[in-house]
């Protein structure tokens, strides 16, 4: 089954009628964070045990605040979370220290523009020319750890993973199915 929902809405009792009636089991969700919390809290008004999982929108304590409970086994796919590097020990209390959880991407930024300011050194400039040839050709040393640009631009960096909500919080799962919610 493939469906659409209008972001931004509050109710989607008639979305989650459909897929109660289609007996879903699993719900993939491409989408934000506010819309899927709503959405699984009314699945679980329904009655329903789908396991919703979604994308790296998911990983902000803002969908346990929305979702309460009912985001319980909630799964989402995301990078390593950079919070749990060493490299990232120091940076990460300055950043609490500062009434600020870096959640989601924010570490990741942070390294990209410390791989930056690594180049323009290296470049011996900020021409644009220069820094990404310096991207192209050296490896990194940040706060989620050293790294190189492949060929196609990306991050020699472990793939993405796969986590679940559980009381509050989300963790990194294993191999082991998921189960269902409810």
């Not at 931004?8 to 979305?15: C, E, K």
């Not at 934000?32 to 919390?37: C, D, L, S, V």
């Not at 919703?52 to 346990?64: A, F, I, K, N």
């Given at each position: 089954m493939y469906g659409t929902y209008a972001a931004?809405?509050?109710?989607?009792?008639?979305?989650v009628s459909t897929l109660r009636q289609a007996h879903v089991d699993v719900l993939f969700l491409g989408g934000?964070?506010?819309?899927?919390?709503l959405i699984v809290r009314q699945m679980r008004d329904q009655g329903m045990g789908t396991v919703?999982?979604?994308?790296?929108?998911?990983?902000?304590?803002?969908?346990?605040s929305i979702a309460g409970p009912a985001g319980e086994g909630t799964l989402m796919t995301f990078l390593p979370d950079p919070r749990k590097n060493p490299a990232a020990t120091e940076v990460v209390k300055r950043f609490k220290d500062k009434g600020i959880e870096p959640e989601g991407f924010v570490l990741y930024t942070y390294a990209a523009l410390q791989a930056w300011t690594q180049a323009a050194q290296t470049a011996g400039t900020t021409d644009m020319g220069d820094v990404v040839k310096a991207l192209n050709e050296n490896?990194?040393?940040?706060?989620?750890?050293k790294f190189r640009f492949n060929e196609k631009g990306d991050p020699n960096l472990p793939p993405y993973t796969v986590y679940r909500w559980s009381n509050?919080?989300?963790?990194?799962?294993?191999?082991?199915?998921?189960?269902?919610?409810?």
């Open positions: 931004g809405q509050r109710d989607y009792s008639a979305l934000y964070h506010t819309e899927a919390a919703l999982m979604g994308g790296d929108t998911l990983v902000t304590q803002d969908y346990w490896e990194f040393d940040t706060v989620i750890g509050r919080t989300y963790e990194e799962i294993g191999d082991e199915a998921p189960a269902p919610a409810g």
